[in-house]
């Protein structure tokens, strides 16, 4: 099982950045995908999550109508564009899958580094 995220990269405050992760050796499309993060000194929190079938969305207060997460089962990839980025977002962004019934993530990724600086 694999979960390999790409996107990350220094970028200003007010930029826009797209996040991928694609998984491989498990049932992409039956799983719960999220979007976590966890910045220097903190601890990590869930950013965002996609259910499916469906799609349903949800997001954390801090990134609410700037992030929007999205899954395309056809490519096992799910994406978070991040728009209106501010210094706080800096962060190490892991995708996490976990099936349906399971409340904790069962998969994690190694994580990519996302930096807003001027």
């Known amino acids: 099982v694999q979960l390999v995220e790409s996107g990350g990269a220094l970028v200003q405050p007010g930029g826009s950045l797209r996040l991928s992760c694609e998984g491989s050796?498990?049932?992409?499309?039956?799983?719960?995908m999220s979007w976590n993060r966890q910045a220097p000194g903190k601890q990590r929190e869930l950013v965002a999550v996609?259910?499916?079938?469906?799609?349903?969305?949800n997001y954390a207060d801090s990134v609410k109508g700037r992030f929007t997460i999205s899954r395309d089962d056809a490519k096992n990839t799910v994406y978070l564009q991040m728009n209106s980025l501010k210094p706080e977002d800096t962060a190490v962004y892991y995708c996490?899958?976990?099936?349906?019934?399971?409340?904790?993530?069962?998969?994690w990724g190694e994580g990519t580094q996302v930096t807003v600086s001027s």
């Open positions: 996490a899958a976990r099936p349906i019934w399971n409340s904790n993530p069962r998969y």
């Open positions: 996609i259910f499916s079938p469906g799609g349903t969305t």
């Open positions: 050796g498990f049932t992409f499309s039956t799983y719960v």
